[in-house]
């Protein structure tokens, strides 16, 4: 069964402080993955698409990367402006298969 | 963004009385799909269509139908509201073939 994991669920950093965001995925045949972030009150907001093992994407101070197994969301040097939930979803036969997010707060 | 507006934004219901939620997108996006989100469950597709008048179900389509007569115009309704349909219902429209999705902001509903 196509499945998406994210962890950890919750994630709080010190301005400042780097740290990766993880989502593993079972799912036969990828067509790419994608990276969503979602503040309190409104809709996701797509980021990244990720296709094909080994390959990367930066945004300011997010990179997502992608293995065969699981993708990364890295976040250098985060900033308050940073603090959401962050969704990682996979396509699967006509829809979209979600992970449960993970809730970022960055300190001042 | 894809220009995607779900109306009401909120919306408080009685059990057992009938609620439509709408959604209207502008892109001429072909997929348009809708979810609830609800806390420790993420994400979860209800229903989704492929073409007007073309719809299929997700994992979570009891209680729960939906039309599609235009492109742009997708429905969700709930024909006897239960307290379980309280949550957060996101649309969303795509272009298929691997594209991502793209979301409006979210419809409360809250069935007392």
């Known amino acids: 069964e196509d499945q998406v994991t994210q962890s950890p669920e919750a994630l709080r950093l010190q301005e400042g402080e780097s740290s990766s965001l993880n989502c593993s995925y079972t799912?036969?045949?990828?067509?790419?993955l994608f990276w969503y972030r979602q503040d309190p009150g409104k809709g996701p907001e797509f980021l990244f698409t990720?296709?094909?093992a080994g390959e990367e994407k930066e945004k300011e101070r997010l990179k997502a990367t992608l293995t065969k197994k699981e993708s990364f969301l890295h976040i250098t040097a985060p900033k308050p402006e940073d603090s959401a939930t962050y969704l990682c979803?996979?396509?699967?036969?006509?829809?979209?298969?979600f992970g449960t997010g993970t809730s970022l707060t960055v300190i001042p | 963004d894809a220009g995607i507006t779900q109306s009401p934004r909120h919306k408080v219901t009685e059990t057992g009385t009938p609620v439509t939620l709408r959604c209207h997108q502008t892109?001429?996006?072909?997929?348009m799909y809708w979810y609830r989100q609800d806390p420790g469950h993420g994400l979860r597709l209800i229903h989704y269509?492929?073409?007007?008048?073309?719809?299929d179900k997700g994992e979570v389509s009891d209680g729960y139908s939906v039309s599609r007569s235009k492109t742009e115009d997708f429905l969700l309704t709930l024909e006897s509201a239960t307290s379980s349909q309280t949550s957060v219902y996101f649309c969303?429209?795509?272009?298929?073939?691997?594209?991502?999705?793209?979301f409006g902001n979210g419809t409360r509903l809250t069935v007392t």
């Open positions: 969303a429209t795509g272009t298929g073939g691997g594209s991502p999705l793209h």
């Open positions: 892109e001429n996006h072909r997929y």
């Open positions: 799912v036969s045949g990828l067509r790419g």
């Open positions: 979803a996979v396509p699967g036969g006509n829809q979209f298969y």
């Open positions: 990720l296709y094909s």
């Open positions: 269509s492929y073409g007007v008048k073309d719809t």
